[in-house]
């Protein structure tokens, strides 16, 4: 039994031209009413994984005194779906992410309490778009496994996928070419590349699965953002230049990156290069996933950054 408390709760989420009311699913691990430390929010990547790889977070609930909020995005998990809107990309945009974001932090009354935000991924770069928008209450920020650009991304995958065995390479690219990313071929070709440079541990941990899980049952904002696999950005994402923003970010930052990350750290260095307060840290045991595989290391960096005075 967990010595810490946990509450899952509902917000309305007035998601402009969405059609529908929708809502905001959040789960907090500690208590903000108990707890005077500023709680950490953590952004999900994807789009669309959905927070349950996150709730390795917990740790510093536990270790540290860190309250943590997780919330699914809009589109995904148990916040309101819209596959109506596949393709739409007038309707998926940062914009409405903030958007969403910044209804919870108000919601949660954190703005003069103050906050930290984690963003993995995609909530990377969502979170960095964020900060750069110097939004009232953010203290620190720590971006995991985030491209600082998306050109620069499809470079790194393309530089990943020559370590990849020629068969599985050729199988990848053929299948990319053709538009095929449903066939058992792919699907096959495509576990490789997770398996050496998004999540390392096999079998993969129980809530990683389900974050595979999550986009398998709503792929709407993935594949109108990014486009239908990891290797080849075709969405609306795909010429995004996050790190021209990011010297507006005021907020203390840390970067943290894997060795065998599909974000490689060429793929980060400009947001160390553009944010005025960064530290930055490549962990050597892991990939994508650092939280997962590199989990007391991981832990460790956070919890101390978010803890010194």
């Not at 594949?223 to 021209?244: C, R």
Request: proline content about 6%; glycine content about 8%.
């Amino acid at each position: 039994m967990s010595a810490y408390p946990t509450s899952e709760n509902e917000i309305p989420f007035a998601a402009p031209n969405a059609g529908k009311p929708c809502k905001t699913w959040y789960k907090i691990v500690g208590s903000l009413s108990e707890s005077t430390t500023p709680p950490l929010i953590a952004l999900h990547g994807g789009p669309g994984s959905g927070h349950d790889y996150l709730e390795a977070l917990a740790d510093l609930t536990e270790g540290r005194g860190i309250p943590v909020v997780l919330y699914d995005q809009v589109g995904c998990g148990r916040s309101t779906h819209l596959r109506e809107k596949a393709g739409d990309e007038a309707f998926w945009t940062f914009d409405l992410f903030i958007r969403q974001l910044d209804e919870l932090v108000d919601h949660l009354d954190l703005r003069l309490r103050g906050f930290h935000v984690l963003g993995q991924s995609w909530g990377g770069m969502l979170a960095s778009a964020y900060a750069a928008r110097r939004p009232r209450g953010l203290r620190r920020l720590v971006l995991s496994g985030a491209p600082a650009s998306m050109p620069l991304y499809k470079q790194a995958c393309k530089q990943r996928l020559l370590e990849l065995p020629e068969d599985v390479r050729e199988t990848i690219q053929e299948c990319d070419r053709k538009g095929d990313h449903e066939s058992a071929e792919f699907k096959s070709a495509a576990a490789v590349f997770i398996k050496k440079f998004v999540c390392r541990i096999d079998p993969p941990p129980e809530p990683i699965q389900r974050t595979f899980r999550n986009i398998r049952d709503d792929s709407t904002a993935y594949t109108t953002m990014q486009g239908h696999s990891e290797f080849d950005t075709v969405g609306s994402l795909k010429d995004w230049e996050g790190w021209k923003d990011a010297h507006n970010i005021q907020a203390e930052t840390l970067l943290v990156n894997g060795r065998y990350d599909e974000v490689m750290d060429f793929v980060v260095e400009p947001f160390f290069r553009t944010i005025n307060k960064v530290k930055w840290v490549t962990l050597e045991n892991s990939s994508h996933t650092s939280l997962w595989e590199d989990r007391e290391r991981f832990m460790q960096l956070v919890g101390d950054f978010l803890s010194y005075e």
